[in-house]
């Protein structure tokens, strides 16, 4: 059983930054990938990012490509988000994942664990 707590998110201007961290209750954090997502109000919930076991590969999608970073730290059992250049359509809720396997992953069904969840909120 793996435990997903989001947090980081928060109210910023366009073209401000957030980092959003997610701690992993659970010993298998340091073998599974890690993902984001987010869903924006009346949207499906939609890939964000996503790191293997070992964070030697990543993986975003193209709307954000360029202006977030995946990180993670497995000692800290912690994976992070840090989001730059934020625009309105990056308003959503931002959630964490913890994936069935180690390699990068892109779909919803690729991951056993989710968070709760946290809001971001970009303002122009």
């Known amino acids: 059983q793996v435990q997903l707590v989001e947090s980081g998110g928060g109210l910023v201007q366009a073209g401000g930054s957030l980092r959003l961290s997610c701690a992993a209750s659970?010993?298998?954090?340091?073998?599974?990938?890690m993902g984001w997502f987010r869903q924006a109000p009346g949207k499906e919930r939609e890939f964000v990012s996503t790191i293997n076991w070992s964070g030697g590969f990543t993986r975003y999608a193209d709307s954000v490509k360029g202006r977030f970073t995946i990180s993670r730290d497995n000692a800290k059992n912690t994976v992070y988000l840090q989001m730059n250049s934020l625009n309105l359509e990056d308003t959503a809720v931002y959630y964490c994942?913890?994936?069935?396997?180690?390699?990068?992953?892109?779909?919803?069904?690729?991951?056993?664990?989710w968070g709760q969840g946290t809001q971001v909120t970009v303002s122009s």
């Open positions: 994942a913890a994936g069935r396997t180690g390699q990068t992953a892109r779909e919803e069904w690729e991951y056993a664990y």
């Open positions: 659970g010993r298998t954090f340091s073998s599974v990938t």
